[in-house]
Structures are given as C-alpha cells and as structure tokens.
C-alpha cells in the first residue's frame, strides 16, 4: 500500500466515507457489458448451481441446476450459458473497421471489430471461477458416447480467453467489482474486507443518513446481503440441501417441477442482491471521466478479440491444458510488459497515480527558471553539431530528487519529448535545480527556433519522470525460429481423451 493509500485509508475512517484514490478512471467500461453472477454447489470447485446473467439491469436472466451432481444438467446449465454469452458475443462482431500492422513492406491491413465484448463479475473469486468452467467446457468431445452440444466447448474457449485475458491489468475484456472500486475509493476497512462487494459499496455510497462503517456493518449480514459468490451461505446450504433431497425424493414430474420452481425462487433471493449492486457499482464507475489512454488499450482488446473470433471461425484448437515452456515465457514477457507500460499511462493520466512516484522519488515538479534554446553539442560524426536544448526547473521545498545524473525523463505534458538529466543540485532552502537536455520533439527541426508550444516556457510547470508509456515490448523470437536449445518451435496442441476426461469437482 502505497503512502497516498494509506493516508486516503486513515481518512475514510475517521469520516466514515470511501475516500477517492483516482482522479480518472483506469479502465474502460462499455455501454453493454455483460454482468454474470455464478453461484456454484457448496464443498465443490466449479460444479454450477445458478447464475443470474444477461445485459439488462432490469431483466436478467436466472440460470439454475436443480441437482448439480447430475451430470446432464450441469451441461444443461453450460447450454444455456452459452446461448446467452455467444449471442453477446456474435453481436460484438457486427461491424468492423480497418486498421495496419507492421511498417514498410511489411505493412498489412486488418479488420478490427468497433466492439469488444466485456464481461464483468462480482470479484476475484468469480474471475477463477469462469477459469475453471471454462477448463472443464473447452475440452468436452461433441461426438461418442459423453457428448456434449457444440456451444459447450466454444462456450468454454471464450471464457478461458476471459479469464487469460483478466490477468493482463491493460485489458478490460473481464473485470472484477471489487477490484475495480478498490482501485478508485479507499475504505476505512481492510483490503481483504475491501472483497464483500456489499460493504464496500456501503462505504463508497452509504445510504442516506448514514456513514460508511455503519453501513458497512450492516451489510455483512448474510440475511440482508448473501454473498456475492460463487460460494454459497453455509445457513443457505442448509435451505437447499433439503430442497434437493425433496427433488431427488420426488415421485413423478410434477413433483419435481414444484420443488424445482421452489428452488429457483431460493436461488434468485440469494443473486439478486448482487445483481443490483453490480449495476449500482457500473453507475459509480461511470461517473468517472475515462484516463486518455483507456482508448487506446480498449482498441488492443477489440484486435485481440477480433483476432481470436477469426481463429474460432477456422475451427481453432482449443486452450492447451498448460502452457508449452517457450509460450509460457512469451505469456510472461508480454504481462511484465503490460504491467510497465499500464503503471506508466495511469500515472501519465492521473496526477494523484503520479504523486506516488514522487513521493518515491521516481518522479518530480518543478517550474521552468531558464531555458538555453540556441545550445547544441558535438555529434558522432566528427565535426559534427547536434542541437540539444535545456530548460532549467526549480523544485518545491518539499520535493525530493532521487534522480542521478544521466537518467533519461518523460514529461507528460510532452511525451513524445525526450530528455536527459544533466546537473541535480540540492539549494539552501531545500528546494532542487534540475538541468534537463531535450532531446528530439520538435516536429522534426533540427535547429532553432522551437515550433511554439514545443519548447517549455520560463514560469510553465512541468513534471517529469522514469515512466516511459511508450516502451518497447520484449523482443523474443516466433514460435518457428525457436532455438533447439529450448526445444525448438513447439508443436501444436491436440486435445486428448484424457483432457475430455477431467472431473467438475
């Protein structure tokens, strides 16, 4: 927890209201996500009870199985599933624009969908649940003796490309409430209380009259507020027990629909609750104005959609079951890219993201003193000159310079401008002088004077720092070229009957 969270933390409990750690919103939130509550069968992993689905606040769609030890309704269940988040899906797809990849010859044009589908859980819990049914769905044969209708498996490849993608902080194709509200409002609560979707909304937006602990309070009971899944209320479990035990004791078809319907009702209580606090989180959320970047990273979301749609199309394999070791390092290379490069436009975006990385030195403010615009240095050739401008700043008292001599700086009100540190010096008062080299964002001139707006003015007050938005990503080799060193290319994956074999529990 960073030094601005934990003074944000210390406040809201002594105001007893959520206090904002944001200025904008870090992630992009469509006009038509689609909203899926799962709850899942007490004392197993991923065997489904109900869901509440759909993208409708006023209609959902309430997903249940009556007995989910029977094997034929848990597929039922995927089914219906799928028939509601495909057709989301497919509606994402109907209409595209083009875009280019590559430079030079190797230029190519693509067609990227204008809509990406987003799916939004309850939290944490709910991203691993969809994890995990979408492992036991995407492997399921459609011919022999145990098949399955062939949504099952496409369904099952959509959610594990959900759930892959969830793990990418740059993405917003499935996101988590929690998380989503834990990164925009501090609570006077733990992080881990910061998971119960109701009390922390209770604090973020308490009911009238109230303040956010009391509200808090109240909205830990299970009575009031079940949980928001998948797991299920332990006094709840008891309810449903005995209702399935009546289901499974029921002497005809008439019977069972009346406990089934029973059972329904009882489920549709316990989602409900969240459901609604879904939607009143979406409300808050958009009342954020987006980061200028968030576009930019949602455009990447739709080309990896669109991208994923066509090889569906061609009747792609599904998932591998785990990673081949040469993939598994290209995985983690692009996440440890996607951290840097999200870490750096949230604090290009959001002044209070990059008062943290003053306050640990990687960043620092200052107004311009001085600025030598006719300065220009040797260059590689001999003889040669190159034209480097300087500006000089002038920090705060209060601000610290943990910077060295030489670092290479971006200012984001300049991004596309380069600089490098040239003299630090600490003076009386405490304040520091900071002597910066620009080099390049100058709409390509190579000699004075500046374009306007490009060379910072004497009295501007600028901040800079190490985050570079734009940094390249890690350069590995294709698939095809990899070395026989580390296996060569790796071969494709092929579902076996062992993969179709796994268990639900």
Not at 126 to 138: N, Q
Not at 311 to 326: C, E
Request: glycine letters at 8%.
């Amino acid at each position: 927890m960073s030094v601005l969270s934990t003074v944000a933390t210390l406040t809201a409990s002594r105001t007893g209201r959520a206090e904002p750690l944001r200025t904008v919103r870090h992630q992009h939130l469509d006009e038509k996500p689609f909203v899926l509550v799962p709850l899942t069968l007490a004392g197993e992993a991923c065997a489904p009870l109900a869901a509440l689905a759909g993208t409708d606040p006023e209609h959902p769609t309430l997903l249940t199985v009556h007995q989910p030890r029977n094997r034929a309704e848990r597929f039922r269940f995927a089914e219906r599933l799928a028939a509601l988040l495909l057709a989301y899906i497919d509606g994402c797809r109907t209409e595209a624009e083009p875009y280019t990849v590559g430079r030079g010859k190797e230029k190519e044009e693509r067609l990227r969908c204008r809509r990406a589908p987003q799916l939004l859980v309850p939290n944490g819990e709910g991203i691993a649940y969809v994890r995990l049914l979408g492992r036991l769905t995407r492997l399921r044969a459609t011919k022999g003796p145990y098949a399955v209708d062939p949504s099952v498996p496409t369904l099952g490849k959509w959610l594990t490309w959900f759930a892959d993608l969830a793990e990418f902080p740059d993405s917003g194709a499935m996101l988590a409430m929690t998380r989503l509200l834990a990164a925009n409002w501090a609570t006077g609560q733990s992080s881990s209380e910061d998971s119960h979707l109701a009390s922390l909304l209770a604090w973020i937006d308490p009911p009238e009259g109230s303040d956010g602990a009391r509200a808090a309070r109240e909205a830990e009971d299970p009575a009031v507020w079940p949980p928001a899944g998948p797991s299920t209320d332990p006094v709840f479990d008891r309810t449903l027990h005995e209702l399935m035990t009546r289901y499974d004791e029921a002497s005809d078809d008439r019977g069972r629909e009346a406990v089934g319907r029973q059972i329904d009702r009882e489920l549709s209580s316990q989602m409900l609750p969240t459901w609604h606090l879904m939607w009143r989180g979406v409300e808050l959320l958009r009342k954020l104005p987006e980061g200028a970047h968030v576009p930019g990273r949602w455009a990447l979301d739709r080309r990896w959609f669109s991208e994923y749609a066509e090889y569906l199309d061609a009747d792609g394999r599904p998932q591998a079951r785990r990673d081949q070791a040469v993939r598994a390092a290209r995985r983690l290379a692009r996440l440890e890219d996607a951290v840097t490069r999200y870490e750096a436009q949230r604090a290009y975006d959001d002044p209070l993201v990059m008062a943290e990385y003053e306050l640990t030195g990687e960043a620092f403010t200052g107004t311009v003193t001085a600025r030598d615009e006719d300065r220009f240095v040797p260059g590689d050739r001999p003889g040669s000159q190159v034209w480097r401008p300087t500006i000089t700043l002038r920090t705060g008292t209060d601000t610290r310079v943990g910077l060295a001599v030489g670092t290479e700086v971006k200012s984001p009100a300049r991004p596309g401008q380069g600089a490098r540190i040239l003299d630090v010096r600490q003076e009386d008062d405490g304040s520091h002088t900071v002597v910066l080299q620009l080099e390049g964002g100058f709409a390509r001139k190579r000699k004075p004077p500046a374009p306007a707006g490009t060379l910072a003015e004497t009295g501007e007050e600028l901040t800079y720092t190490t985050l570079n938005p734009t940094a390249m990503p890690s350069a590995l080799p294709d698939e095809e070229n990899t070395p026989w060193t580390h296996g060569g290319p790796p071969q494709p994956y092929e579902p076996t009957d062992e993969d179709a074999e796994e268990t639900w529990e």
